[in-house]
């Protein structure tokens, strides 16, 4: 996964993430109330995985059903669960750290990508991801959910893409990746 995935999961399990709540015990800000769902405090497990917001987020791929059902004081346990259940830890990362990157966004510029986006847009970037690594494996992210991505044949290429309409500011988006037969990335257009 891109190192700034790396440090950001990290950086997580080690408690050190602006989170309003750390900020609070720093007395960086007062409230610690989470902005999404203004119930809970925003530590690292609700800011990342159990806020109610979270809920179509994390219902996007079975893997992560046991959301519905474990409960984990802390973000390292999640971690750790992760691991242990054998879920694809890279999608995980790259799925926490859009919705990390999200939640920043949305804090200076009101108008960020929609909650529903954001289990689209981390499994898009781990495949662009892989697809710009030549000596990474081929494959996309397993997932018992989506379809594995295969190279095309010697002297062809694959075009695959994504759009979405974003309702609220009226605008639409179109990401096309075009890979060669060894899975490297020509074009990636956005
Ligand atoms: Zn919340």
């Known amino acids: ?29 007062e409230d610690s109330k989470c902005s999404l769902c203004a119930q809970h405090d925003e530590d690292v497990i609700h800011a990342l995985w159990s806020c109610p917001a979270f809920v179509q987020v994390w219902n996007e791929d079975p893997q992560w059903s046991f959301r519905g059902q474990n409960i984990f004081p802390v973000f390292s346990h999640l971690i750790i669960h992760v691991f ?25 510029a009101p108008l960020g990508f929609p909650l529903n986006l954001i289990a689209q847009r981390a499994y898009e970037a781990l495949v662009e991801y892989r697809a710009a690594q030549p000596r990474h494996s081929l494959a996309a992210p397993t ?24 309702d609220e500011v009226g605008r639409a988006g179109l990401r096309v990746i075009i890979c060669d ?10």
């Open 181 to 190: 037969s060894q899975g490297l990335a020509m074009v990636a257009l956005t």
């Open 143 to 166: 997932t018992r959910q989506r379809a594995r991505w295969i190279p095309p044949p010697p002297n062809w290429n694959k075009a695959n893409f994504y759009a979405a309409i974003f």
């Open 1 to 29: 996964m891109p190192c700034k995935v790396r440090n950001f999961l990290w950086r997580a399990y080690k408690n050190i993430i602006p989170t309003l709540n750390n900020l609070k015990h720093r007395c960086v800000v």
């Open 84 to 108: 242990e259940l054998g879920c694809s830890a890279e999608l995980f990362a790259m799925q926490i750290w859009t919705i990390w990157f999200r939640r920043n966004k949305v804090r200076s």
